[in-house]
């Protein structure tokens, strides 16, 4: 029999699917009901797509045989289907939350408020990453008149990070927060006293920003913020969203400019 490549490489990229639930199956030591109904919707549509192909049972084990054979002859299509895969499922637990992660907490916004193109940036003020990313959102920023940062404070990293998260959303309710985001990490590492010294430095109300922050508003914030973490994968800082596309770790500005491009145009 004689198939186009095309067909092949349809039915390579349907084969990683399946792999991709297999894995999600046995790989992580068993699968939950979602994952079990995923991996038979993706079963269902290699099927569907072998029926349309024109393709009965009888051929089944001949396009087996083919498919094995185009892996090992190009296994680089492998990786390349699992990240469009796995970019598939990003995006489409990005999509019902994406509207609610890019309305800031009251004035934790870097950049132009008004801008057209957002950037959400989960961070923690004790991650190392984050702080090695500052130059790269400012360059960002000075690059990009149109572009809004939005800032979720993620404090997952060590104790000191959620009085540091509150007090940065207390400055933003000031109006001061891009000034003690700044400080915060140009100074030392979270604690009592770089908190204080962070706040003195963007000129914050110490007084007020202390009776704020623990306010259930500033509360609730984190927790949504960890929700917004746990339903996007997101387990470290910082992490990124951005017309539609999550990236994590510090990716660097390069990166991230491309996908500002990118939303920019979309």
Known sequence: MR??????????????????GWWAMHG????????????????????????????DARKRGAIE?????????????????????????????LAP????????????????????VTLVEFTDFSCTYCRSSVADVEALVKDNP???????????????????????LAAAAQGKYAA???AMFSGERPSSTSIA?????????????????????????????????RQLGINGTPAWSVGGKLMTGAVGREALQAAVDAARKG
Do not use: C, W
């Open 197 to 229: 010294a962070a706040a003195n430095a963007a000129g914050v109300d110490s007084n007020a920003a202390t009776a704020f922050a623990q306010q259930p508003g500033v509360h609730q914030e984190l927790e949504r913020n960890l929700g917004f973490a």
């Open 180 to 182: 003690f985001h700044k």
């Open 146 to 168: 149109d572009l809004r940062v939005v800032v979720r404070e993620l404090p997952i990293i060590a104790p000191e990070s959620e009085p540091a998260a509150r007090m940065g």
């Open 97 to 116: 939350v994406r509207g609610a992660i890019e309305t800031p907490f009251p004035g934790a916004i870097l950049g132009n408020p008004q801008g057209k």
């Open 65 to 93: 045989a083919l498919v094995r054979s185009y892996i090992l002859e190009h296994p680089e299509v492998l990786p390349e289907a699992m990240e469009k895969l796995q970019n598939r499922e990003t995006e489409a637990r």
């Open 28 to 55: 992580r030591g068993g699968a939950g009901q979602g994952e079990e109904q995923q991996a038979a919707a993706t079963d269902a549509k290699l099927e569907s797509q072998l029926a349309d192909a024109g393709i």
């Open 3 to 20: 198939f186009s490549p095309f067909l092949a490489l349809a039915l390579v990229i349907g084969a990683a699917g399946a792999a991709g």
